[in-house]
């Protein structure tokens, strides 16, 4: 059952991993459009609210996922989400939304 998990585990990872480099790709060539990710409008430079909020939820979704890799090949079940990811992801969404309402529009 080990040699499963493990075989299962690393499946996983190349799949993924497949994922991201095909989406890194189509941006990169300019087939995923993403001039206002991170703007409010085309001539506004970038949100700081909008940055914080992408940088954390890249970071908190890698840290679980290497948790989750380490926890799947020890016990085969998924680890609960830490209190302090869901308190930082909050937190981050809590400043987007506030950036968003009192953020003076143009």
């Known amino acids: 059952m080990a040699g499963f998990s493990f075989a299962a585990t690393i499946a996983l990872v190349a799949m993924l991993s497949a994922f991201a480099f095909v989406t890194l790709l189509k941006m990169l060539d300019g087939s995923i459009n993403t001039s206002g990710m991170l703007a409010t409008g085309k001539e506004q430079p ?23 890799l380490k926890s799947i090949a020890t016990g085969g079940t ?3 989400v830490p209190q302090e ?3 930082a992801l909050g937190g981050s969404n809590f400043l987007y939304i506030f950036g968003k309402i009192f953020r003076p529009r143009k």
């Not at 970038?46 to 989750?68: V, W």
């Open 85 to 87: 990811a869901v308190m």
């Open 46 to 68: 970038n949100d700081p609210e909008r940055i914080l909020m992408l940088i954390g939820t890249i970071a908190g979704a890698f840290a679980y996922f290497s948790y989750g």
């Open 78 to 80: 998924l680890p609960p």
